[in-house]
T-cell receptor
Framework: AQKVTQAQTEISVVEKEDVTLDCVYE???????LFWYKQPPSGELVFLIR????DEQNEISGRYSWNFQKSTSSFNFTITASQVVDSAVYFC??????????????WGAGTKLIIKP | DGGITQSPKYLFRKEGQNVTLSCEQN?????MYWYRQDPGQGLRLIYY???????QKGDIAEGYSVSREKKESFPLTVTSAQKNPTAFYLC?????????????FGQGTRLTVV
């Protein structure tokens, strides 16, 4: 069964601290995609990153970095030198093949990140 | 600007009424989706459409209906059969229904039953 677990319901840190959001997934497929989305208070989800199951290279984009480890089925997200504007709910999601190239996104419950000034 | 527009932002419904949530996209995307979000939970798929004039039930379709008569539009009707409709509803689109394509989201509609 496919599943995405974000065990951290809420994280609160002081600005400029580093923070890591955990994401653990379960899947039987060998081909799958992992995503992170950000949901600011305005409500819409914003795409941050996509990673396919064959690419285990870590990714860095400015203050954001992602650590994909198939051995532990994890796709963790780190924000370096956090800022108040990073405050949001962050979702991890999994997409796998179901039938004939028929993908659906499986979402984690989200982690609410609060950055205090 | 290209994007997804949901309206209204806030909607109040009386018990027993049907209401329709609007979703329009100008991204020329084939696939569109409706999600429901409840506090502390992830997104749950209500309906999706891979192409015009076609749509499929998601995980929680009971009490909802959709149509896809135009590529740009994917309205969601919350019927009186939906027992607990108070929630935040998000519409999304993607270039295709393939799992590698990212989804673009609207700003959501918050529906409250009064």
């Amino acid at each position: 069964a496919q599943k995405v677990t974000q065990a951290q319901t809420e994280i609160s840190v002081v600005e400029k601290e580093d923070v890591t959001l955990d994401c653990v997934y379960e899947t039987r497929d060998t081909t799958y995609y992992l995503f992170w989305y950000k949901q600011p208070p305005s409500g819409e989800l914003v795409f941050l990153i996509r990673r396919n199951s064959f690419d285990e290279q870590n990714e860095i984009s400015g203050r954001y970095s992602w650590n994909f480890q198939k051995s532990t089925s994890s796709f963790n997200f780190t924000i370096t030198a956090s800022q108040v504007v990073d405050s949001a709910v962050y979702f991890c999601a999994l997409s796998e093949a179901e039938g004939d190239s028929n993908y659906q996104l499986i979402w984690g419950a989200g982690t609410k990140l609060i950055i205090k000034p | 600007d290209g994007g997804i527009t949901q309206s209204p932002k806030y909607l109040f419904r009386k018990e027993g009424q049907n209401v329709t949530l609007s979703c329009e996209q100008n991204l020329n995307h084939d696939a569109m989706y409706w999600y429901r979000q409840d506090p502390g939970q992830g997104l749950r798929l209500i309906y999706y459409s891979q192409i015009v004039n076609d749509f499929q039930k998601g995980d929680i379709a009971e009490g909802y209906s959709v149509s896809r008569e135009k590529k740009e539009s994917f309205p969601l009707t919350v019927t009186s059969a939906q027992k607990n409709p108070t929630a935040f509803y998000l519409c999304a689109s993607s270039e295709t229904y393939q799992g590698y394509t990212e989804a673009f989201f609207g700003q959501g509609t918050r529906l409250t039953v009064v």
